[in-house]
């Protein structure tokens, strides 16, 4: 599953009935003996913690529901083969409190067994009580019930709208699929299913197979049974309902059908997914050297999503803005963003799908490799994206999730379902992605390859562990790596190494210390160690050098293979080992000075990344960044512009008002022109580069510049894009209206709020509530944030309707208060996987003063949220470590600007 693209509310605020037939009476659940059954419950009917007991297991699963998306309610009927390996009096599966079931059939031991339902139902689970003892052997089991489906809710099955049609989505990972049946809702369970969808005539039904069978059952309905699935766990299972276009995308090299699946009308909107997903399979299926596993590769649009994505096999959904785009509005982002997500969930097919972690513990196993996958895809797929520079920025963002000391490890010991939540977290995904790729490098990508082939080889078709992924690397390498492995994936933290050279007698060597990266204000002990594989790269003269060790402690040394002592020296060469530099001495001068010439662009990128990170620590002056920036600010390459833009953009909650003219004239001076000269006009023939840059110049120089001219020229456009939507090109919307919105008044935030109101199209509608949360007006931000409490839009679109108010110090203080004060209204309205990182709203107050504050009012709600206990430890620590770098780095930054 790909990670919601736009981060729930914390990481923003820091930076059915029978196809429509009469719907049956209500009836109790079966909360009371049915014939032969015994009188009371035996003892021993205690619910299980978190695991289902290991007395039976699922061997085969049927289920039949009836589906209109219309409705908030639903039927099914679910039967299990069972394998029991052991006698039991009870048996025990998932199942959400929302489901009633109406009727149990049990056979086994010879003949049928009456059941009692445990009651009161225990939360999540459905507990049946045997008659007599069920001996070890097989059995079958059949439930009949009910249940509900949510209107965008995003999880179990759910209902959304779109242009006035009703459609119907499932989203069971991690353990939703009790919300759509009662189940063995783990990953271990991995068994064949057969679905079957009775729906309305007219409308299309698609799950994780072909179509076996469609039966016109009378009465407008009909009944669409698919062919039986290869062994999956419950959570990868999938189905849609609803009146889809299904768009031709071609085949397979193996002959499997690949369909775009939209809501009605869209086809026309999917032609780069459909231009790009059979190149992005081939190269998948000549990595993994073995065809894609399943019958068919539907990608569906879901109007409403919690995630980015969802690898459902045969059945990939997508978030509908990632896979439907109209022609005017296609975008050099989109291409990117639609060939990342498949990459990353087509990986899945095979690291997942194929073979499936054992238990939610391996998380790392499916999302680490997926997202390590994807990059290393793209990367082939399209060269000229520099999708190696974005390589080294996701583990540097990695990093910053990893300086906290509340931050998990890869691998994490799962005892709660909190657990479960915190476990698809940017750990799991940026730090594994980058542990992956330092291993691959350390032993080579043909080994690593060697390792991954064998692994799925062994385990196919099958779940897989920890233990088993790194036996097969250790095979492949011909050497232990479990060390290497253990130290990066079993424990949290980044490394910092510093780096001294030495030079002696003709011969030079690098002195090298690792310990643990802290930031300023933490309280995090330094005394880690890690098996760290060290990469160097030098130069002396014309001479250049690679050289790599391992450090297995705290102090290691590294002798070069220079003929003199070294001009240079790159800690981490190409950027792709995880842990921060510290170059000793004159290494950290020496090597800014040569890096424009001597380096990678990723290496660039990567140091750049390692100075902020180290100014941070304390242990590099602000001031050393901050000189940086009038060179970076001309370089020819928009990811170290980008960086520049990032020193000088960082420092803004720094300035203090009376030196806030100089701040705006030091942006303009390093950027204006070149703002200008791009302009608010694409022009033809300007390369990838160019593109990308412009958008990002144009909202620094205009908007945190407050350059005028920049200003009255989006405010103009905005006006026109009212009535012509080509008036602005689609690479540069988003900015130009938030640039003329925030400096707006109340009658364009009116015009605003009414096409949004009438927008039917989602990206519309979007870009207009985007443009609403850019006001700056305090009565507009007012106005913003209490939509949010209305039925006027669904949350999650207007989200940021909640987040403006916290971009401008004039706003934030009542920003909070209104978070704050309308809290229970706001988590209602959330989907249940955000409501957690509301604790993120104080963050971005930036008072470690107020904590007990924050902390008396936030903690009893948060803690009682999935996930909600560690989100609330990481709020509070990305509190204090804002306020002691603001206190750190303010005086640095005030003196740099009186020069200005």
Not at 383 to 399: L, N, Q, T
Not at 589 to 610: F, I, Q, W
């Amino acid at each position: 599953m790909l990670r919601a693209m736009n981060r729930p509310l914390a990481l923003a605020l820091v930076a059915a009935c029978s196809g429509g037939a009469k719907a049956p009476s209500p009836q109790p659940p079966v909360d009371k003996p049915v014939a032969g059954a015994p009188k009371e419950a035996p003892p021993d009917a205690t619910p299980p913690q978190l695991r289902l007991p290991d007395t039976v297991a699922p061997q085969r699963v049927r289920a039949e529901l009836a589906i209109d998306p219309a409705s908030e309610d639903f039927t099914g009927t679910i039967a299990f083969d069972l394998e029991v390996k052991r006698e039991t009096r009870v048996l025990w599966l998932n199942a959400d409190e929302e489901i009633a079931v109406d009727k149990v059939v049990l056979e086994g031991g010879g003949g049928p067994i009456a059941v009692t339902q445990v009651t009161p139902k225990p939360k999540e689970y459905l507990g049946l009580v045997l008659a007599r003892p069920l001996a070890a052997g097989t059995a079958k089991l059949t439930i009949t019930y009910r249940g509900k489906q949510h209107r965008n809710d995003g999880t179990g099955i759910y209902t959304a709208q779109e242009a006035g049609d009703w459609y119907a989505f499932t989203q069971f990972e991690a353990t939703d699929a009790r919300e759509a049946f009662p189940c063995f809702d783990e990953p271990s369970f991995k068994v064949p299913w057969t679905i079957s969808i009775r729906t309305k005539k007219e409308l299309a039904a698609f799950s994780n197979t072909p179509i076996a069978s469609e039966k016109d059952e009378g009465n407008g309905q009909k009944l669409v049974t698919f062919a039986e699935t290869r062994p999956l766990p419950s959570y990868l299972v999938a189905f849609a309902v609803g009146p889809f276009d299904a768009v031709d995308a071609g085949k397979t090299r193996a002959g499997k059908p690949i369909r775009i699946v939209v809501p009605r009308g869209r086809g026309g909107d999917v032609a780069y997914p459909v231009e790009a997903t059979r190149p992005i399979v081939d190269l998948l299926e000549d990595y993994f050297g073995m065809p894609y596993p399943y019958e068919k590769l539907d990608l569906v649009a879901v109007s409403v999503f919690n995630a980015g994505a969802m690898e459902n096999p045969g059945l990939v959904t997508y978030r509908q803005g990632i896979l439907v785009t109209k022609p005017a509005e296609m975008t050099l982002g989109k291409k990117k963003s639609f060939a990342i997500v498949t990459a990353h969930e087509l990986a899945h097919q095979w690291f997942g799908d194929y073979v499936t972690l054992a238990w939610w513990d391996d998380t790392w196993l499916n999302e680490s490799f997926a997202s390590w996958m994807e990059t290393k895809i793209v990367e082939k797929f399209k060269p000229e994206w520099e999708i190696d520079v974005e390589r080294v920025e996701g583990k540097a963002s990695a990093m910053g999730s990893d300086s906290l000391d509340s931050a998990r490890a890869i691998r994490q010991p799962i005892k709660s379902n909190d657990d479960i939540h915190n476990a698809f977290d940017g750990i799991t995904y940026a730090k594994g992605e980058a542990v992956l790729t330092m291993i691959e490098r350390t032993i080579g990508p043909d080994v690593f390859q060697k390792g991954v082939r064998a692994y799925l080889a062994k385990h196919a078709w099958g779940n897989a562990t920890y233990e088993d992924f790194v036996a097969a690397m250790t095979g492949a390498a011909g050497s232990d790596l479990r060390k290497m492995f253990d130290s990066f994936v079993l424990q949290s933290g980044v490394p910092l190494v510093s780096v001294e050279l030495k030079c002696e007698a003709g011969k030079a060597r690098l002195v090298l210390d690792q310990r643990r990266y802290v930031p300023t204000g933490s309280k995090i002990d330094p005394d880690r160690t890690w098996h760290l594989p060290v990469c160097v790269r030098w130069g002396s003269g014309k001479d250049t050098g690679k050289q790599c060790t391992t450090m297995t402690g705290a102090h290691a040394e590294l002798e070069l293979a220079a003929k003199a002592c070294p001009d240079w020296v790159l800690p981490n060469d190409s950027g792709l080992g995880y842990y921060r530099m510290l170059p000793k001495g004159p290494l950290l001068d020496k090597l800014l000075a040569v890096a424009p010439k001597a380096l990678s662009l990723p290496e660039r990128v990567g140091l750049l990344g390692d100075v902020d990170a180290l100014v941070r620590s304390g242990d590099v002056s602000n001031g050393v960044a901050l000189g940086l920036v009038e060179t970076l600010a001309k370089d020819k390459s928009r990811q170290i512009v980008d960086a520049s833009i990032g020193v000088v953009a960082g420092i803004d909650e720094m300035v203090p008002d009376d030196l806030r003219p100089n701040y705006q004239r030091l942006i303009k001076k390093l950027y204006r022109q070149r703002a200008i000269d791009l302009g608010w006009t694409v022009k033809k023939g300007e390369d990838d580069n160019v593109k990308q840059l412009r958008p990002t110049l144009l909202a620094l120089v205009a908007d945190t510049g407050r350059d005028p001219e920049l200003i009255k020229q989006a405010t103009a456009l905005t006006a026109k894009w009212f009535d012509d939507h080509a008036a602005i090109d689609p690479e540069l919307v988003g900015v130009a209206l938030s640039v003329a919105a925030r400096f707006g008044d109340q009658k364009l935030f009116d015009r605003f709020h009414a096409a949004a109101k009438a927008a039917k199209d989602r990206a519309e509608r979007g870009r207009l509530l985007g443009a609403m949360a850019a006001f700056a007006d305090p009565k507009i931000v007012a106005q913003a944030m209490a939509i949010t409490l209305t039925d006027e839009f669904e949350l999650r679109e207007a989200l940021g309707l909640l987040q403006g108010g916290f971009a401008e110090r004039a706003t934030r203080e009542s920003a909070y208060r209104f978070m704050r004060d309308n809290f229970d209204a706001i988590s209602n309205k959330l989907p249940e996987a955000y409501r957690p990182y509301m604790a993120f709203t104080f963050v971005a107050l930036c008072d470690d003063g107020r904590k007990k504050e924050f902390e008396d009012f936030f903690r009893p709600r948060i803690a009682k949220l999935d996930g909600g206990p560690r989100i609330m430890d990481q709020a509070l620590e990305a509190l204090t470590l804002c306020a002691a770098a603001r206190k750190a780095q303010t005086p640095g930054v005030i003196a740099f600007l009186r020069r200005q």
